[in-house]
């Protein structure tokens, strides 16, 4: 899997991951990973190409 880089709010830092899931949300993609600083998630939009070959 590629990787993709999230925001985190919370912390106000950019970091990469690999490990992400790609879940579908009134019709949008979204990526959804853990963040490094704590237990919430960190989402990213994606588009449905994007999505379509992450879910492949």
């Known amino acids: 899997m590629a990787k993709l880089s999230f925001y985190d709010v919370k912390t106000k830092k950019k970091f990469e991951t ?3 899931v ?16 704590g237990g919430h998630e960190c989402w990213r939009v994606l588009s449905k190409d994007q999505a379509a070959s992450f879910k492949k």
Do not use: Q
């Open 18 to 20: 690999e490990d992400f």
């Open 22 to 37: 790609v879940k579908e949300r009134s019709g949008r993609f979204f990526a959804v990973t853990k963040s490094l600083a």
